[in-house]
């Protein structure tokens, strides 16, 4: 008797174990993915994060990775063994209630992925750009004699100290070489060229200009005010003809798109970022005519060129008709409708077309939806991405507009213009930012990899 006790224990052992094995895989994918990233494990699969005590070995050149390391934290201030445990038992629990239905899982993990985030985001605030352990590693990436650039992008992706971020930025966008032995020839070159460049088609009379060349310069000319209107060192004369220089000599160098409207606010985060080596305080205090004119030109010239990289990637976002935009306000309408189903219904209900608010986000990068001083930071993670940022765009609006599922639902087409045309953020603090990143992160982390969830 007591033998066929034990068999029966056995056998319900075995059972259990089984339908543990059997749970859906991207629940519990999705768990030990979460897990991992509270206890400062590293998460498996081609997107990770890495929460090192200390800081790695310096590989050779020849050892780069072929992908980097997508971050949210170099540092584990601000985290605790309590937290985590909690947090750990919230999902867990979760898992269990999930054990009897088999039914939306896949909605019910992604409740749980922004429930968790929170709790994710509360761990790692206290780790920002300023701290001294992540300091100390820029640092250390940046001195090198060559940059291993997958290391940079990794840090880079959680936020980079003010004053390395024009450094960092160069590097980021392939501007300035990664071997420090090139990089001051290269810069000198690059800045030299632009000079001509400004000479050869800006500093020329309107005589010598197409009637088209002429339309255009009028068009930046008018659109160079309307820049950042809330920022007032935007509105001084001189900051406007140096953004004037940039786009025009862009928009000439660049004839298969020309100069398209919100390519104008996609300087402002270079001008702001490049002047800040030469100006100290807030932007609002600055005075571009405090700069030599050497300086002033340097500037200039790390924008245009930054800018050519970081268009580079996103050519046809600004061609005729700009289909690389069309083509990813679609994936952001399928990735909505897969991931908060009542908010994509009520819209479709309204009439309300992704377009109608979308594109601007695209085209100008969000850069007219958030307050001004936290566009460096975003645009940290945006140039982390590399040539992965046109589909990582998706996930952060996603993210961005879900901030506000409550809102959207209670509202009928007209309110649901104006309101994603007028976003309340103008009281946001880095904490809504990476907020919003960091749903961005896990929802990227559940979906890449798995683009049958997004098929039509």
């Given amino acids: 008797m007591r033998n066929t006790n034990n068999h029966n224990s056995e056998e319900d052992q075995r059972k259990k174990e089984s339908t543990i094995a059997s749970l859906d895989s991207r629940f519990n994918q ?116 060559t940059i291993i650039l997958d290391k940079l992008r990794e840090l880079a992706w959680s936020g980079i100290p003010d004053y390395m971020r024009p450094d960092a930025w160069r590097i980021l966008l392939g501007y300035a070489p990664p071997n420090s032995d090139r990089r001051e020839g290269v810069l000198r070159r690059k800045r030299l060229e632009y000079l001509d460049c400004v000479s050869q088609y800006y500093d020329i009379p309107d005589t010598e200009r197409s009637d088209d060349e002429i339309n255009m310069l009028r068009q930046i000319a008018v659109d160079c005010p309307r820049t950042v209107p809330d920022v007032s060192f935007f509105q001084q004369l001189q900051v406007q003809k140096s953004l004037e220089r940039i786009l025009y000599t862009w928009a000439i160098r660049h004839p298969a798109s020309g100069y398209v409207q919100g390519i104008n606010d996609l300087v402002t985060p270079f001008l702001v970022v490049f002047l800040s080596e030469h100006l100290e305080g807030g932007v609002d205090n600055w005075s571009i005519s405090d700069l030599s004119p050497e300086k002033i030109s340097n500037m200039e010239a790390d924008c245009y060129w930054c800018l050519s990289k970081l268009l580079d990637g996103m050519q046809d976002h600004y061609t005729f008709a700009q289909p690389g935009i069309q083509r990813l306000v679609f994936k952001l309408k399928e990735l909505v409708r897969r991931i908060d189903e009542p908010v994509s219904r009520h819209m479709e209900e309204q009439g309300l077309e992704f377009l109608q ?70 009281n946001w603090t880095h904490q809504e930012l990476e907020m919003v990143l960091s749903r961005a992160f896990m929802w990227h982390s559940m979906f890449n990899n798995s683009p049958s969830h997004l098929a039509s």
């Fill in 30 to 145: 999705t768990l030990r993915n979460v897990q991992g990233l509270l206890k400062g494990r590293s998460i498996p699969g081609k997107i990770l994060l890495t929460r090192r005590l200390d800081p790695p070995d310096e590989p050779s050149s020849q050892e780069r990775s072929p992908e980097y390391i997508r971050s949210f934290s170099e540092n584990d201030a601000g985290s605790s063994d309590r937290m985590t445990k909690e947090v750990e038992e919230e999902v867990q629990s979760t898992g269990k209630s999930n054990n009897n239905t088999n039914v939306n899982k896949l909605k019910t993990s992604n409740l749980d992925v922004e429930n968790i985030s929170k709790e994710v985001q509360k761990s790692t605030m206290g780790a920002r750009a300023t701290d001294s352990a992540r300091v100390m590693k820029f640092t250390k990436v940046l001195s090198g004699t």
């Fill in 357 to 426: 608010f979308a594109f601007r986000w695209f085209n100008c990068l969000l850069i007219r939806e958030i307050p001004f001083h936290l566009v460096s930071r975003l645009w940290d993670t945006y140039l982390a991405e590399g040539d992965a940022l046109p589909d990582f765009l998706v996930y952060i609006f996603a993210s961005f507009l879900l901030t506000w599922t409550d809102n959207i639902q209670k509202l009928d087409f007209q309110e649901l213009v104006m309101f994603l045309q007028h976003l309340p953020t103008q």
